[in-house]
């Protein structure tokens, strides 16, 4: 493999840097508030050299919120990835969804005002790839739940549908933390999510406990 030239490899960490602390400002004061010298000088770089890493703010502020989702998928993918017990997939989504935001609460704000709310300036800020990114996502919740509903597993009904339903269920629950005091941890939600989702869609012969999915 053909190694990348050392001003390419400055160059790309100054701009994870930049969208890491510019992502931090917009998270926790909001797009119009944030003024491009304002991050300049949090980032400790020169405002030539922000305007000549990014076209402005507005492209600033759409990578950093790239950024931060593609941080999303890469976490809950990575968890997902090495199990293949169809109710431990589910749970791995779950979980780590749901501890992702937990440790990201002020970009909760901004993630969801993105993904539900009217787009900024009437464009998109979320690339394509990265909604298809995200898309690919439920689709492997979505194959997990088909697979255990052919094992006998979950309860017959539309996978995409309770993909897309536990995927909004663990929204619910992070948009609470932005209502209410947030929790100490995770740990509750997590659990509560799991519970409730599971407790409808698993077929639990009479007498036999609910298991990961496991059969012998």
């Known amino acids: ?38 991050i300049a000088e949090q ?27 593609d941080e999303l998928v890469t976490a809950v993918s990575g968890t ?16 780590a969804k749901l501890r992702f935001f937990f440790e990201n609460l ?10 539900h709310g009217p787009p900024l300036y009437g464009e998109r800020t979320l690339s394509i790839a990265l909604e298809e990114k995200y898309r690919v996502l439920l689709e ?17 009904a539309s996978p995409d549908v309770m ?3 536990i995927d909004g269920q663990t929204s619910a629950f992070v948009f609470s933390w932005l209502r209410e005091v947030s ?10 999510a799991e519970r409730i989702f599971l407790n409808g869609a698993l077929v639990r012969p009479e007498g036999r406990a609910v298991s990961d999915g496991n059969q012998e």
Request: no cysteine; glycine share 6%.
């Open 1 to 38: 493999m053909e190694k990348m030239p050392r001003r390419e490899r400055e160059r790309q960490e100054h701009v994870r840097h930049i969208l890491e602390v510019a992502g931090d400002m917009f998270a926790k004061r909001g797009f119009f508030k944030v003024k491009m010298k304002e």
């Open 43 to 69: 980032a400790e770089f020169a405002l030539g050299t922000l305007y000549g890493l990014f076209k402005g703010k507005q492209n600033l502020y759409q990578q950093s919120i790239e950024q931060k989702v």
């Open 80 to 95: 997902m990835a090495d199990e293949t017990s169809p109710v431990l997939i589910v749970k791995g989504f779950v979980e």
């Open 106 to 115: 002020d970009f909760v704000r901004l993630y969801f005002a993105e993904m």
């Open 140 to 156: 492997r919740v979505s194959d997990a739940l088909e697979r255990g509903m052919s094992d006998g597993i979950f309860t017959k």
């Open 163 to 165: 993909a897309t339903a």
């Open 183 to 192: 929790p100490d941890s995770p740990e509750k939600e997590i659990e509560a």
